[in-house]
Every structure is written in C-alpha cells, then in structure tokens.
C-alpha cells in the first residue's frame, strides 16, 4: 500500500507528537507539486551519506531553505522518491561534525546564514512538545 501524503492543516510548520517521536509537518501551501518544485531547486544542497557516497549514487538527504524554512527530504525509495520536512535542531546535531558544516557552508554561499540559524533555533524546543 502506497504511503499517503498527510494534509497539513497550519499555516505554519509545525511539531507534532507521533508516539514517542516528535515530527515536523510541513506548512498548508506545500503541496505536492511545490514539494516536487523543491527538491528540483537549482538551490537544493545534495548531502552524500555513506556508504552511498562511496558508491556514486543518489544523495541520502536533500535541503532547501524556503520561506524560511529549513526543509530536509529523505530517500524513501533510493533513486525514486523523497519525503521532504521541516528540519528540526536535533534531528540537525545527529549528523556528524563535518556534515553540518557542509549543510552550514551552503547557506553561507546561498547568503542565508542567518535564516537557517533562525530556523533551527526556532525547532530547538520541538523535541518537548
């Protein structure tokens, strides 16, 4: 059975509890074809995880900064499909050292440093709710 996309209801991204996870859902104005329009951006930054990257395949997280926003979308099924959302702070710290700082060097180079550490600070408390 196909995975359905969920309808978001705010204007606003948001965390939501989903059992003991905590999950960022994306804005009401991102439907799919805006989602799709995303991670086609010229501006998206590929981040190669390994042991993919050794292998030359498809990138295992994509980001954008829209609106805002800091959106990151994973693989679900690798060379097909991505589930993008809203980035949170702590989901942002389990990458490794030299990850991030390579996500922090492209929104540098895109001139939104300061909008993608208003986002993630905005998402550091997400993970109480």
């Known amino acids: 059975m196909a995975r359905r996309k ?14 003991s996870r905590v999950v960022a859902h994306c804005p009401r104005g991102i439907t799919n074809a805006a989602a799709e329009e995303l991670i086609n951006s010229a501006d998206r930054l590929e981040v ?27 693989p679900t099924r690798r060379g097909i499909s991505y589930h993008g959302f809203p980035e949170m702070k702590a989901k942002f710290d389990e990458l490794t050292g ?21 986002w993630l600070k905005t998402t550091a408390d997400w993970t109480q709710t």
């Open 6 to 19: 969920h309808r978001p209801l705010e204007d606003q991204p948001v965390p939501r509890r989903n059992g």
């Open 48 to 74: 190669f995880l390994p042991p993919i990257e050794a292998s030359g395949r498809d990138p295992g997280i994509l980001y954008v900064l829209h609106d805002g926003v800091l959106y990151r979308a994973e």
């Open 98 to 118: 030299k990850e991030r700082r390579v996500v922090e060097a492209w929104a540098d180079k895109l001139g939104r440093r300061t909008e993608f550490d208003a």
